[in-house]
C-alpha cells in the first residue's frame, strides 16, 4: 500500500516542484523579455522570422491570428500528406517502406496537425525515417507550439486595455518552438538516450535468440529482427508536447521507447509538466501569481480522484477470477489485480497512472492496453477526455480550454448574485459567453455525433472487436479521443476504415479549431475592453471558492454531456461484470 501511495505521489510530485520554475521561465519567453539561454537563442529567433518576412514587433488582431494559424495548419497538413504518399521515393528509407495508402495519410496528417496523434498504423511498419522526422517529428513541435501561441493571445486579451491586437501568430509560433520545446526536448532526449532509447539511422538489428526455436516451415529460428531509428528525438518531443504518437505501434509500453523506471518517470512527468506549469506562467502574465495556483489546484482536484477509482478498480480485478480463487494480491512473485493488456514491468499502478495522466493530458501514448482495462477502469480515460482534455490538457490548449470554463463559472456566480460578471479586471458579456460556449460545447458535438452515426453504419459495427456495452464503449472511446485531440485508442476497434478515417479526421478539426477559432475571438474581445477596477461586490477568483465553482462546471457540464453515453458503455458492462454468475 506504501508503495502505491509513493509511486502515486513521486511524479505529482516532481510535476508540482518544476511547476513553478518552468513556469517563471515560460512566462518571460512569451512575454518577450531576458530569460535564461534567450542570449544563444534569440538570434535564432530573429532569423527564422527575418526568413519568413515577419517584421520585428509586428502585432496582429484576432481574426488575422487565425488566418495566419489556419493557413499555417492547412499548409502542414498537406505537406504531411504528401511525405506519406511519396516517402518510397525519399531518403532516409533503409527498409524500403512504400507510400502510405491515400484515406490512411489523410487521417495521420490530420493527426498530427491537430495535436491529436491518432495512430491507425504501426509507426515502425508503416513510415520511413524520413516521414517520422520530417514529417511526424515537426508536427510534433509546431502543433505543440500553435497551442501555446493560442494560449499567449488569449492571456494578451485579458491583460491588454483597448486594444485591438492580441500580438503576432508567427512570433508566437517560432518562439514557442525555439525556446521552450527544442531546449526541453533536446534534455529529455539525451536522458532517453542514456537510459538505452535508440537514436540512429539505421534500419534495424538482428538479435540472438537466447531460445531457438523453430518456425512453421520447419527451419531454425535463431535471430529477432529488432527495429530500430531516431526514437528518442521522437518520443521526447511526444511526450513535453503532448502529443502522444510513438515510433513504435506498441508505444511507451515498447521496451525501446520505455526502457528502464528512469525512462518511465521521466516520460510520465513530461506528459504533465509543461500544462501545469503553464497555469503559473498565466497567473504570472496577468499579473496575479495566485490565480495560476487556483487554476493548477482545480486541475489538481479534478485528477486526483479519478485516478485512484481507477487505480482500485484496477487492483480489485475481476469478479470471475475472484470467485475462482485467482490470488489477486500483489507480491514479490505478482503484481496482483487486472493484468490483462498491461507489462509486468509496470503493473497495475504504473499503467492506470499513466493512462490518467495520458488521457488527461490530452497525450495519448499508452503503456498498456485500455481495451483490457476493467470496465471502471476504461471509463476513468473516458471520462478525463471527455471533461474536454482540460485536465492539464495539451500544451496551452487544456490552459486556454479550462479559461473558458472559468468564463462560464463567473458568468454563472454574476448571475447568482446580481451582479454583471468580471474576471481578473475583464467584463464578461454575451459574445464572450457565445464563444466559451462554442469552445466547450462544439468537441462534444463531434464525439456524440460521430457515435451516433457509427452505430448506424454496418461497416463500422463489423470493426469492432465485441459487440455490446464494450463495443459501444470502443467506439465512444474513438470519437472522445479525436474530438477532443487526445489520440489513445482502445484497441478494439480496427479503426483504418475510409468512413473512420474520415470521420475521426474532422472530430480531430472540430476539436482542434472549433475551439481555438472561438477563443481566438474571446482573446480579440476582452483585449478592446477597458479594465474594470476591482470593488468590495467583485468576485475572488483567487481562492478556494472559485477553485470549488471552477472544478464543479467542468464536471457539472461532462456529466450533463456523456453520463447518459458512459451508462450504455461500460456503467453497463460493469454491471453485468459483476451481476454475472
Known amino acids: 500500500m506504501l508503495s502505491t501511495w509513493i509511486r ?8 508540482v ?59 502542414c497538413v498537406l505537406a504531411v500528406y504528401l511525405l506519406q504518399r511519396w516517402q518510397g ?13 491515400p484515406w490512411l495519410a489523410f487521417n495521420t496528417a490530420f493527426s498530427f496537425v491537430t495535436n491529436t496523434n491518432w495512430q491507425a498504423y504501426s509507426g515502425e511498419v508503416a513510415m520511413s525515417h524520413f516521414t517520422q522526422m520530417v514529417g511526424l517529428g515537426v508536427q510534433n513541435f ?65 538479435v540472438p535468440l537466447l531460445e531457438p526455436t523453430v518456425g512453421a516451415g520447419g527451419s531454425l529460428i535463431d535471430t529477432q529482427t529488432v527495429p530500430l531509428g531516431p526514437v528518442a528525438s521522437q518520443v521526447a518531443i511526444k511526450q513535453l508536447g503532448t502529443n502522444g504518437g ?28 509543461l500544462p501545469a506549469a503553464l497555469c503559473l506562467s498565466f497567473g504570472r502574465l496577468v499579473g496575479q501569481p495566485r490565480q495560476g495556483w487556483v487554476l493548477l489546484g482545480v486541475m489538481l482536484v479534478l485528477f486526483v480522484p479519478p485516478l485512484l477509482l481507477g487505480i482500485g478498480a484496477e487492483q480489485q480485478g475481476t469478479p470471475v477470477l475472484q470467485r475462482l480463487g485467482a490470488d489477486l494480491a500483489p507480491s514479490e512473485q505478482q503484481p496482483g489485480g487486472n493484468m490483462e493488456g498491461k507489462e509486468l514491468r509496470f503493473g497495475v499502478v504504473d499503467s492506470a497512472l499513466w493512462a490518467a495522466a495520458t488521457t488527461a493530458a490530452s497525450n495519448g501514448s499508452v503503456n498498456s492496453m485500455h481495451e483490457a482495462f476493467t470496465p471502471l477502469g476504461g471509463l476513468v480515460p473516458l471520462w478525463f477526455m471527455q471533461l ?18 472559468g468564463v462560464v463559472a463567473v458568468f454563472i456566480a454574476g448571475l447568482m448574485v446580481g451582479r454583471t460578471p468580471e474576471w481578473l479586471g ?7 459567453m457565445k464563444m466559451a460556449c462554442l469552445a466547450i460545447l462544439l468537441p462534444v458535438l463531434a464525439v456524440l455525433g460521430g457515435t451516433a452515426l457509427s452505430l448506424l453504419r454496418d461497416d463500422v459495427l463489423a470493426a469492432l472487436g465485441t459487440r455490446g456495452p464494450h463495443g459501444f464503449s470502443e467506439l465512444l472511446y474513438a470519437w472522445s479521443s479525436a474530438g477532443n485531440n487526445n489520440g489513445s485508442a482502445f484497441a478494439g476497434l480496427s479503426a483504418d476504415t475510409p468512413f473512420l478515417d474520415l470521420g475521426l479526421a474532422l472530430a480531430m478539426f472540430v476539436g482542434r479549431f472549433g475551439v481555438m477559432l472561438p477563443v481566438l475571438a474571446l482573446a480579440g474581445a476582452l483585449a478592446r475592453r477597458p479594465h474594470v477596477p476591482v470593488t468590495r461586490g467583485t468576485l475572488a477568483t483567487d481562492g478556494w471558492l472559485f477553485l470549488v465553482l471552477l472544478a464543479t ?21 460493469h454491471l453485468h461484470m459483476v451481476g454475472s454468475p
Request: charged share 15%; aromatic share 8%; proline share 7%.
Open 388 to 405: 474536454g482534455e482540460v485536465v492539464f490538457g495539451g500544451v496551452g490548449s487544456g490552459l486556454y480550454g479550462l479559461l473558458c470554463f
Open 426 to 432: 475583464k467584463k464578461i458579456g454575451a459574445f464572450e
Open 89 to 101: 521515393e525519399l531518403p532516409l528509407n533503409p527498409r524500403g517502406t512504400p507510400g502510405v495508402p
Open 17 to 75: 516542484a518544476l511547476a513553478a520554475p518552468l513556469g517563471a521561465w515560460m512566462a518571460r519567453v512569451l512575454e518577450g523579455r531576458r530569460a535564461p539561454l534567450r542570449r544563444w537563442l534569440q538570434p535564432i529567433e530573429r532569423g527564422i522570422l527575418r526568413l519568413a518576412g515577419v517584421p520585428q514587433g509586428s502585432e496582429m488582431g484576432w481574426r488575422r491570428y487565425a488566418a495566419c494559424l489556419l493557413v499555417f495548419q492547412a499548409v
Open 553 to 573: 462546471v467542468v464536471v457539472c457540464v461532462g456529466a450533463l454531456s456523456f453520463v447518459p453515453a458512459l451508462v450504455l458503455g461500460p456503467i453497463v458492462e
Open 246 to 273: 510513438g515510433f513504435y505501434g506498441s508505444n511507451s509500453a515498447h521496451p525501446l521507447e520505455n526502457p528502464t523506471p528512469a525512462s518511465h518517470l521521466a516520460e510520465l512527468v513530461a506528459i504533465l509538466l
Open 142 to 206: 509546431v502543433s505543440a507550439a500553435a497551442g501555446l501561441a493560442v494560449l499567449a493571445a488569449l492571456t494578451r486579451g485579458f491583460v491588454r486595455r483597448g486594444s485591438e491586437t492580441i500580438g503576432c501568430f508567427w512570433t508566437d509560433l517560432v518562439r514557442g518552438v525555439v525556446h521552450v520545446l527544442l531546449p526541453l526536448a533536446l534534455l529529455l532526449s539525451v536522458v532517453l538516450v542514456s537510459q538505452g532509447v535508440p537514436q540512429t539511422f539505421a534500419a534495424d538489428a538482428q
Open 8 to 15: 502515486i505521489a513521486l511524479p505529482l510530485g516532481v510535476v
